[in-house]
């Protein structure tokens, strides 16, 4: 062995522990940020959901996120916001106006084209487009996150929901994230029209019979309440738990998968029908049970838990849906003219 | 038009002017006392009064019988009065007085009784039984038992023909029902043995003049069907269910918003409806699109849900109470019948939609009684009246908690328009197959 050879390996062997050391350090990061969550989870009086999100894409983008900017502009958001509700161009005849038209705002800001006054003139802020490069994340993880959202004007059925039900609770009005079947989107309520669902992927109002029908719901699924139910904020830090253990899974794989489950049983104890946090349990004990001797008592174990969990997904109705078919129901939805009942009924006088 | 008007309204304005100048102009005339009579003196006018003039003591005699009448008239209102206030008592506290001095009752109570016994588990659960027994009631105790149970046993004897023709098995769930919705919604021939005729059956006809049962209540009967060959939306479905039942097919009823159908479960565990209105199989996202079915609605299991013979036969209950009430109104039979069918029911919606409705028939004739015109002055006026303001608040929070939302008559016919039209499709397209 030549003397640069065994220098190369030497220099080798101390990356990879500089590497080991960092993600090391990173994994304790992670952990930490679980517990933040976890103490939010346990006293309710420190629910935050905005707050949720941050920690959890703060530290999947290796804490490059300053989070006085990431309140900033969700305050920014919201001030433009309250600047279309007092504009006065909303007409809506019933007594619970505020919440009514604090819902009509938020869409119209992120669905369409703003004119704002400054100093010097009339500046537009344009409505957030869909992001149909990477809808899942699956190039980059990054691209599921509020805080990219922010930055790009680029959002999916995870960050635009999650920034909607944000904006909604800086303005002090309820609005609900709710599940589909790899979707997410807004559920609210007012007098007029009783129940409606909030697309904004393609600024759309689809019915309830739609998003079963074409998100491949099973009545089932819909009769136990795993889809299409609203989320309390308890139930959507929930989420971010899951998002969390996803952050982690993108950056250093599952590694022997504790970190994982440990995220998906917390959420499932505070919000024990989260479909989402089944199926990443799920899929993790299935990887954990390939890796395992199956014949020996772990890997048994591993096979009777992953086919447990299987069973009970099933039974609570949940079918997958195959990646073609959601590429195409993200197409239709755009094109498809489904009900336009919102629209109609929360009329805006003139394109602000 | 416009003209006249502005005329008419120049012309009074100008009186107008004219009489605020002359009240200007005149000065104020002295003004004189109108002369009054004295008034008369009792004593003087009595001792006046000759015992021989006899106007004057026809006066006295109407004087005093116009006293007595004003002191009558006071204690009739008083009587009134307190007979309203005994009748907001009653109302209040013990509702809708009883029917049962009225001739027909006696069915119902009958009826009733053994309904009640069939879901107490001291008979056999016989859901034919039951369809008899909440028409017969409305019918009187007119209809024969024996001729009802022949009249299904013939259309149970063609199911079996057809299947032995078809060489099908007649153990198999699948086979049973699938004939029964031949049966209903198709025209079955059967050949018989040598020279014979086929028979041909008929398909049962929908009731296009009168589906909501509005005309004739009886239109949804299943002994009406039975007669007639039409059905509608609930006579249809249950009638299969009672053939399912003689037959020995498992078959389920299962609701959308005014609407029923049947449904089925194959080996594999799938569910299938039977739209029988139109001979169709079509799937839950259908009914949810076309009847605006909300997810609230489905998760609290009031819509779609498969309804077992048990929970069938206590929804029938609620059925006899739409009858009893159509003959004689609401009283605590009518409440006794919705109480025990929401205590062996899973799906609560048609018992509270019509204990709703008795509360509200109650609450507004308290509020007649009492000269209420809100809620407010009624809890004032008679606090026990109020608390059937507050059941029927709860009641209607109860039903909107259910995800239950009013569907507009339009939305239904348009439904039913619909439907007819795929129905025309599906027939010419199967046509062109044939061909």
Known sequence: MTIKESRSIVYLCFTLCINLIYSQKQIDEFQHTFEKIDNMLVNSNELNFKKAVFEVENISSDNQLKEDVFNNTVQLYTSICRGIIASGNIEYPENDKEKATAQCAVFEFMTDSIPLKTGDGVIMHFPFQYNFDDFAGQKDWSNMFVSTLMQTKKGNCHSLPYLYKMIMDELGQPAYLSLAPNHIYIKAQNKRVGWYNIELTCGDFPTDAWLMASGYIHTDALRNGIYMDTLSTKQSVCLCLVDLAQGYQSKFGIQDGSFILKCCETALTHFPKYINAMLLKAETLTALYKQSEKDSEPGKKLFAQMNEMYKHIYELGYRKMPQGMYLNWLKSSGTQTTNYRMKSLLRTKASM | ?435
Request: hydrophobic residues 35%; neutral net charge; proline residues 4%.
């Open chain 2, 1 to 435: 038009m416009r003209k006249i008007v502005l005329y008419s309204f120049l012309i009074i304005s100008s009186y107008s002017v004219a009489q605020t100048s002359a009240t200007v102009r005149i000065p104020q005339l002295p003004t004189v006392g109108i002369p009054q009579p004295n008034t008369p003196n009792l004593y003087q006018s009595q001792q006046q009064a000759s015992p021989y003039n006899s106007n004057e003591v026809l006066n006295i005699k109407r004087r005093n019988e116009a006293l007595i009448n004003e002191a009558t008239e006071h204690q009739r209102l008083i009587d009134s009065r307190n007979q309203t206030h005994s009748d907001i008592h009653m109302l209040a506290t013990k509702g809708f007085p009883s029917q049962s001095y009225q001739d027909g009752t006696a069915n119902y109570y009958k009826a009733f009784d053994e309904i009640n016994n069939m879901l107490e588990g001291n008979q056999p659960l016989n859901l034919g039984r039951v369809v008899f027994l909440v028409e017969n009631a409305y019918y009187n105790n007119t209809l024969n038992y024996d001729d009802y149970q022949k009249g299904l046993s013939d259309q149970i004897k063609i199911c079996d023909e057809k299947i032995r023709e078809d060489k099908l098995n007649r153990e198999d769930n699948l086979v049973k029902n699938m004939m029964l919705f031949r049966l209903i919604s198709d025209t079955l021939k059967i050949k018989k043995g040598g020279s014979e005729k086929p028979i041909t059956h008929f398909p049962i006809k929908y009731d296009l003049d009168d589906y909501k049962s509005e005309k004739h209540f009886d239109s949804h009967f299943v002994t009406k069907l039975m007669r007639s060959g039409i059905g509608q939306c609930y006579s249809m479905p249950l009638y299969y269910l009672v053939l399912a039942e003689k037959l020995g097919a498992k078959a389920y009823w299962s609701f959308s918003p005014r609407h029923s159908f049947v449904k089925i479960q194959d080996e594999k565990g799938t569910w299938y409806n039977l739209e029988l209105t139109c001979g169709a199989i079509l799937s839950d996202a259908h009914y949810m699109n076309s009847s605006y079915i909300k997810a609230e609605a489905l998760r609290n299991r009031i819509y779609l849900e498969p309804m077992g013979k048990k929970e069938i036969v206590a929804y029938l209950l609620d059925e006899l109470a739409k009858g009893y009430y159509e003959k004689f109104g609401l009283d605590d039979f009518y409440l006794n019948c919705l109480n025990t069918s929401s205590k062996n029911a899973k799906n609560q919606l048609e018992p509270l939609i019509m204990k709703a409705a008795y509360e509200s028939s109650l609450v507004l004739t308290l509020a007649k009684l009492l000269e209420a015109q809100k809620p407010e002055i009624m809890q004032q006026k008679s606090p026990e009246a109020y608390q059937h303001y507050l059941k029927l608040q709860n009641l209607n929070q109860q039903i909107d908690n259910l995800g239950y939302e009013e569907l507009p008559d339009g939305i239904y016919a348009k439904w039913l328009e619909y439907i007819n039209k795929l129905k025309a499709k599906e027939d010419k397209r199967k046509s062109l197959k044939s061909r």
